[in-house]
């Protein structure tokens, strides 16, 4: 009998990764191996429609239960990989199993960075990375009269625009002196401190915090470095996450900022493969390794591990991608920028009206990245610009009368 092909983490990049080998026409056993019960999920629904009470618990399913079965995958749930023997080729399981591998994909994804200060533990404290954090958090908002929020990183901005609109009072905490000052800059991070504060936020930046403080075990709020403190129902961390690399290090898989692997997704280990959240893989595009924390990469990268698996010549060179909804507001994001990374930003459009496109320009006037602002259909121009490579008149990008695509040459 031929050794399984095993995926290490339920996820969406497990899920899809397991769809691409059977549509591939793998036909060899396929186990597909998640520590939580549910059934593999999309996670950004958790953040935004899902956790608004506007999409229901079976849409964030990547497939029905069915398919798995008509699909011939061995879905194991509630089950975790705890170690892997590389010389056995075989894993070992939390419930005192084993399984054998041809062939092993880490799909382990990320996990929240916890709160560094005293009281963190406390009931009432919540992160949002699975769908049961969502179910707390979404039951939190029916009942809560007023949250901190602390980090105003995406996490934190969509849960702060859910309670919003729930009517929950938000203080939302940000160390930096902007949110998402590392991702977007000042220049455009700016856009997002004056949305959250025009829909009732309470952003305050350049924040230390202290403790979370407690009343007979439960959170009702925080302590700043300065002494102030803030009362709350509850507290909600977006704080950043980090990828789950513990498995693949124990293994003695090169790790570096998450498993390092090749441009097909291939580990230090010829035989294991990462992919989604915990794969820092070197993009051919970019001639750089990479780590990207988003749904596109969970989404696609596993599709390109997966024909990798099965011997196929391919590289993963798509250029990263996220978007956003929170309010009004809806954006894509295509390209790459390191946080400093850029010599300025040129903006298309009306900013004040959150209506814009907005480009990172670096050497020479090259593209790095753009983002659309309630602006649509033009995200494939935008990502012609950045896979061009070719410098851009910065007066023809600002131009909102010149055809995107004209400038990427198509």
Do not use: C
Not at 10 to 22: C, F, H, I, P, Q
Not at 214 to 238: E, F, M, P, S
Not at 293 to 300: S, V
Not at 342 to 351: K, L, N, S, W
Request: no cysteine.
């Amino acid at each position: 009998m031929d050794m399984p092909f095993v995926i290490a983490g339920a996820s969406l990049a497990g899920a899809k990764a397991a769809e691409t080998l059977r549509a591939e026409g793998h036909d060899g056993p396929v186990i597909l191996i998640g520590a939580e019960n549910e059934l593999p999920y999309e996670r950004p629904p958790l953040s935004k429609a899902y956790l608004q009470g506007k999409a229901d618990r079976d849409s964030i399913f990547v497939h029905p239960r069915p398919w798995y079965y008509e699909s011939e995958i061995d879905l194991r749930l509630g089950v975790a990989v705890t170690g892997i023997d590389r010389a056995a080729h075989a894993v070992t399981l939390s419930d005192g199993g084993t399984a054998g591998y041809d062939k092993l994909l880490l799909a382990t994804g990320s996990a929240p960075r916890p709160l560094p200060v005293p009281g963190a533990e406390a009931d009432g404290v919540h992160y949002l990375r699975t769908v049961e954090d969502s179910d707390a958090i979404r039951t939190v908002l029916q009942h809560a009269s007023r949250v901190v929020i602390v980090g105003a990183g995406w996490i934190g901005l969509e849960t702060a625009a859910a309670a919003r609109e729930a009517g929950v009072e938000v203080t939302l905490l940000e160390m930096a002196e902007l949110p998402l000052l590392r991702v977007l800059g000042p220049e455009v991070g700016q856009v997002f401190a004056d949305l959250h504060r025009a829909h009732g936020v309470d952003l305050r930046t350049s924040q230390q915090l202290a403790e979370v403080t407690q009343a007979g075990g439960r959170a009702d709020g925080v302590r700043l470095a300065d002494g102030t403190r803030i009362g709350a129902d509850a507290v909600i961390v977006g704080a950043g996450i980090a990828p789950r690399v513990e498995l693949a290090e124990a293994a003695g898989l090169e790790i570096d900022n998450g498993v390092r692997v090749d441009a097909q997704l291939r580990s230090s280990d010829p035989d294991i493969f990462a992919a989604g959240d915990v794969a820092n893989a070197f993009h051919p595009l970019l001639r750089k390794h990479i780590r990207v924390e988003h749904w596109a990469n969970a989404l696609h990268q596993p599709q390109t591990a997966a024909k990798a698996m099965l011997g196929q010549a391919v590289a993963f060179d798509r250029i990263p991608y996220f978007y956003t909804d929170q309010y009004d507001l809806g954006m894509e994001y295509s390209g790459y920028v390191e946080p400093g990374g850029y010599d300025r930003v040129v903006f298309r459009g009306d900013v004040g009206a959150r209506e814009f496109v907005a480009f990172w320009l670096g050497d020479g006037g090259r593209v790095l990245a753009g983002m659309n602002v309630n602006i649509w259909d033009v995200n494939d121009a935008v990502q012609a610009l950045v896979r061009s490579g070719q410098p851009v008149d910065e007066a023809a990008l600002a131009d909102p009368d010149i055809p995107l695509e004209s400038l990427a040459g198509g």
